[in-house]
């Protein structure tokens, strides 16, 4: 599995998803390749924003060595799954990927917990530090949910 996690500006909320999900997905013994990236291109090159690598770090998952990269419409061959923050992630990722968009290959990652209610995973970028520890709870049981969901499925074919 491919997996992409996409915000707006790639250095708060989709380093921690990318983070938390390829760790998980690691001690769930799953070889996945799990990448993040951003619609706006403003924070290309950067490494996650400081709160979020603090928060990461107190719960054990290091992205330090992340570096932010903005969305491209390749994206969509080159992964088998597109994980958006919130609606206007979807909007922004639908109007920059033409032809190459694929409703089926997309979904905002909260409604792995709460299915079709489109609930965003909040952008704590303009508020303290207790939004990002927030928001690394809710990617950390979405990110729960997507593992069980797969393990689940690779033990009902075997
Ligand atoms: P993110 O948060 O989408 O969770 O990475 C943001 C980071 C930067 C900006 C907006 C949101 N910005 O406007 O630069």
């Given at each position: 599995m491919r997996i992409l996690m996409v915000c707006l500006g790639n250095i708060c909320r989709s380093p921690?998803?990318?983070?938390?999900?390829?760790?998980?997905?690691?001690?769930?013994?799953?070889?996945?390749?799990?990448?993040?990236?951003?619609?706006?291109?403003?924070?290309?090159?950067?490494?996650?924003?400081?709160?979020?690598?603090?928060?990461?770090k107190l719960n054990g998952v290091d992205i330090s060595n992340q570096r932010a990269r903005q969305f491209v419409k390749e994206d969509f061959l080159n992964y088998d799954f597109i994980y958006v923050m919130d609606s206007s992630n979807y909007v922004d990722v639908k109007h920059m990927s033409g032809t190459l968009w694929n409703e089926a290959k997309i979904d905002l990652l909260l409604n792995e917990l709460y299915p079709g209610e489109n609930r965003a995973v909040p952008d704590p970028w303009y508020g303290k530090e207790d939004g990002y520890h927030q928001v690394y709870e809710l990617i950390d049981a979405a990110c729960d949910r997507i593992i069980q969901k797969h393990t689940q499925e690779v033990r009902a074919t075997k």
């Open positions: 921690l998803a990318e983070g938390i999900l390829q760790q998980k997905a690691g001690t769930a013994g799953l070889e996945w390749r799990v990448e993040s990236a951003g619609t706006g291109g403003w924070h290309t090159g950067e490494p996650p924003h400081h709160l979020s690598t603090k928060v990461a």
